[in-house]
């Protein structure tokens, strides 16, 4: 049985792909976010409900709370994937493969749910500053239901795939 201690792990070109952009997205957000700001009104949309609806107003510095939540997201999902040994795996029969499965899952919703959250201060921006009846769009939670649901399904089916292996 392999040990995770000596489980060395080469990213695909995917990996690095999906690192560079998460890290390349991240900066865009925080520009996007930090030029708005000065022509945001003193109170914008903090919170939507279910049908994608604004329901809760705030003040205007609020906005700045995505990326942050993006930011140390983004970071802590990277330095956990960094080091197979952060993750704990119950079956250690296909232990590489395992680990290679589970930090794909973990890079690919670092990236998903950080265009998410783009999404969400986009919409945020447009309402304050032009759209001030509109929202998220009643389409908006399930699609990102399926955003985060699809990978993690791919990621237990492809465990599920290894375990009937062995």
Do not use: C
């Not at 390349?24 to 609806?53: D, R, S, T």
């Not at 973990?106 to 990236?111: A, C, G, H, P, T």
């Amino acid at each position: 049985m392999p040990n995770i201690e000596k489980v060395e792990l080469k990213l695909s070109r995917f990996d690095k792909f999906l690192d560079i952009t998460g890290y390349i997205l991240l900066i865009l957000y925080w520009i996007m976010v930090i030029i708005a700001f000065q022509k945001l009104p003193e109170e914008i949309p903090v919170h939507y409900n279910g049908a994608g609806e604004v329901d809760a107003f705030g003040p205007k510095n609020s906005i700045f709370m995505l990326p942050a939540i993006a930011t140390l997201q983004i970071f802590l999902l990277s330095a956990l994937i960094r080091n197979p040994k952060n993750l704990n795996f119950s079956n250690k029969e296909n232990l590489e493969q395992q680990i290679i499965n589970t930090t794909k899952t973990i890079r690919f919703l670092k990236v998903g749910i950080l265009i998410v959250f783009i999404f969400i201060d986009y919409k945020t921006i447009k309402i304050s500053l032009e759209d001030k009846n509109g929202g998220l769009g009643i389409w908006f939670l399930p699609l990102f239901l399926t955003l985060i649901l699809i990978p993690v399904i791919i990621n237990i089916y492809k465990s599920w795939k290894l375990k009937q292996q062995k």
